[in-house]
């Protein structure tokens, strides 16, 4: 089973912030999701990679194969920024099936 | 464009009762899945499905059923709800492997 751990759980900014949220998982992948869960409690992809950087607005994601790591970066955070953000990769010999982080809460206030 | 819709959003069941959270896409997906979300926790694989006529079980399958006879649908059933069924449902949809994943809107279910 491929674990994934997201840090930090819980993360307070203050608007204009860079934000930096971080995830690890235990097995090599073939590709690495974000995903955004909106207060409302809906899921949205953000992004989906396999190697390097990709970039959309103010969202940026690394991600680094070899050190099985990849980190996602808000730039001047907003307060509609606050969102549960979730990292997910495919099970070990699960195909496309994923296996999800717990999620990092992001509050970004005024 | 619809995308994965999901319904009911919420629903409240007896202990016991029965009930169906329909999904459908519009967007030609071979890949479904139905997970559910629990406070604190990741989101958990029920079941999924890689095409029509073909579903597997996922992490947490007891107690729900799944069927897929079309592409564009794959309805979750719950055939005596528990307590421990209280959670929050999505279905996604992919269309291959290694692609982006769509979710539906969330079916807040309460058993009682």
């Known amino acids: 089973k491929n674990e994934v751990e997201q840090s930090p759980q819980n993360l307070t900014a203050q608007e204009g912030e860079f934000i930096t949220i971080n995830c690890s998982y235990s097995?090599?992948?073939?590709?690495l999701h974000w995903l955004q869960q909106h207060p409302g409690g809906g899921i949205v992809s953000l992004f989906m990679l396999s190697s390097g950087k990709k970039k959309h607005g103010r969202l940026i994601a690394t991600i680094n194969i070899q050190e099985k790591h990849s980190s996602l970066h808000i730039t001047a955070s907003h307060p509609r920024d606050s969102a549960v953000y979730i990292c997910a990769v495919p099970l070990e010999g699960g195909g496309s099936r994923l296996t999800f982080g717990e999620g990092t809460q992001l509050t970004v206030n005024p | 464009n619809a995308g994965v819709t999901q319904t009911p959003k919420f629903r409240i069941l007896k202990i016991g009762q029965s009930m169906t959270l329909q999904c459908t896409q519009d967007m030609n997906h071979n890949y479904m899945y139905w997970y559910r979300q629990d406070p604190g926790m990741g989101l958990k694989l029920i079941y999924y499905?890689?095409?029509?006529?073909?579903?597997d079980k996922g992490e947490v399958p007891n107690g729900y059923n799944v069927s897929r006879s079309t592409t564009e649908d794959f309805p979750l059933r719950l055939e005596l709800a528990a307590p421990s069924q209280t959670s929050v449902y999505f279905c996604a949809g992919q269309a291959g492997a290694l692609t982006e994943a769509f979710f539906g809107q969330g079916t807040r279910l309460t058993v009682v």
């Open positions: 097995v090599g992948i073939s590709a």
């Open positions: 499905s890689v095409g029509a006529g073909i579903t």
